[in-house]
């Protein structure tokens, strides 16, 4: 049973461009939502975070949207790169001593 | 500091046959836990460990046993492989499991 739910599976913009993905989770003892970003090869590694206390947060390019209410979580790169190309994890977890869940990933490619 | 690091990197197996994937952090991080990463399905937990001598069970445990016998080993045995065990296993660490999850370079297994 998957928790948190995300889409698209896979896209494709071009250099400067504003991709967005999106995540939906069901349960609402979540209260911690991470972002991890994946190179070929390599480890997931953490990108950016955010609680359900603030509806928006920046770091850099990259910015995430949440929307409590509707259960609901977005990454938005800014004028996205060829070296932003890599998988993006959405995640959650519960209150202290919970597990992270993961979505099913977006494979990104920005084209030069 | 090396942070987080798997062997082998990749291993092909038999059906039947048994092996065990290595994780060493030294971090001193008292969480750590081992993930599949298959296509289109995430990073699904398969045991973790809370601290020296503590395991337990996660999403996906069967198939699959672990011990923690120090802080900074974190050994994953497969005790007789099977193809759906093919995927990509990765070994994460944290301060505390509510903590940044720090992951390794990950282990390519495929069973024929």
């Known amino acids: 049973q998957q928790q948190v739910k995300q889409s698209p599976q896979s896209l494709i913009v071009q250099k400067g461009g504003i991709p967005i993905i999106n995540c939906a989770y069901e349960?609402?003892?979540?209260?911690?939502f991470p972002w991890y970003q994946q190179f070929p090869g390599k480890g997931p590694a953490l990108l950016i975070a955010?609680?359900?206390?603030?509806s928006e947060k920046k770091e850099g390019r990259f910015t995430i949207s949440f929307n409590k209410s509707a259960k609901q979580f977005s990454l938005h790169i800014m004028d996205s790169q060829p070296g932003d190309s890599a998988t993006y994890f959405c995640?959650?977890?519960?209150?202290?001593?919970?597990?992270?869940?993961f979505g099913e990933g977006t494979q990104l490619t920005v084209n030069p | 500091n090396a942070g987080v690091t798997q062997t082998p990197k990749f291993q092909v197996l038999k059906t039947g046959q048994s092996m065990t994937l290595q994780c060493a952090q030294d971090?001193?991080?008292?969480?750590m836990s081992w993930y599949r990463q298959d296509p289109g399905m995430g990073l699904r937990l398969i045991h973790y460990?809370?601290?020296?001598?503590?395991?337990d069970q996660g999403e996906v445990p069967n198939g699959y046993n672990v011990s923690r016998s120090t802080t900074e080993d974190f050994p994953l045995r497969l005790l007789s492989a099977a193809p759906s065990q093919t995927s990509v296993y990765f070994c994460?660490?944290?301060?505390?499991?509510?903590?940044?999850?720090?992951f390794g370079q990950g282990t390519r297994l495929t069973v024929v």
């Open positions: 995640a959650a977890r519960g209150r202290s001593g919970s597990r992270l869940t």
């Open positions: 349960n609402t003892a979540f209260d911690y």
């Open positions: 955010i609680r359900p206390d603030v």
């Open positions: 971090m001193n991080h008292e969480y």
């Open positions: 994460a660490s944290s301060y505390k499991l509510n903590t940044e999850a720090f």
């Open positions: 460990s809370v601290g020296a001598g503590i395991t």
